[in-house]
């Protein structure tokens, strides 16, 4: 079992910069690929970023490409995620996901109990 914590949600004005944070725990937790979904009001759940258990390989939606970027410290089990150049359209509540393998599928990995992002225009 792996357990995520994420930390850093909140409000921002559009244009503004956010780093959330996500601490990993659990037996198994070392060296598995980690990442991002999100799901804003009335919409489905949707893939932001992730990032392979060696943190050499990583993806991003193209709707946050240039703007946002996952990193990892594997010494503190943690996956962060800089989100520059906020958009309103970028609220929603931010889940961090733990898998075996990567790249993550939704379907196949450990949840997180989300953050909220809010930004304002």
């Known amino acids: 079992q792996v357990q995520l914590v994420e930390s850093g949600g909140g409000l921002v004005q559009a244009g503004g910069s956010l780093r959330l944070s996500c601490a990993a725990s659990?037996?198994?937790?070392?060296?598995?690929?980690m990442g991002w979904f999100r799901q804003a009001p009335g919409k489905d759940r949707e893939f932001v970023a992730d990032?392979?258990?060696?943190?050499?390989?990583?993806r991003h939606a193209d709707s946050v490409k240039g703007r946002f970027t996952v990193s990892r410290d594997n010494a503190k089990n943690t996956v962060y995620l800089q989100m520059n150049s906020l958009k309103p359209e970028d609220t929603a509540v931010y889940y961090c996901?733990?898998?075996?393998?990567?790249?993550?599928?939704?379907?196949?990995?450990?949840w997180g109990q989300g953050t909220q992002v809010t930004v304002s225009s």
């Open positions: 996901v733990a898998g075996v393998t990567w790249p993550l599928l939704m379907e196949n990995v450990y």
């Open positions: 659990g037996r198994t937790a070392s060296g598995y690929a």
């Open positions: 990032i392979s258990g060696s943190g050499r390989t990583t």
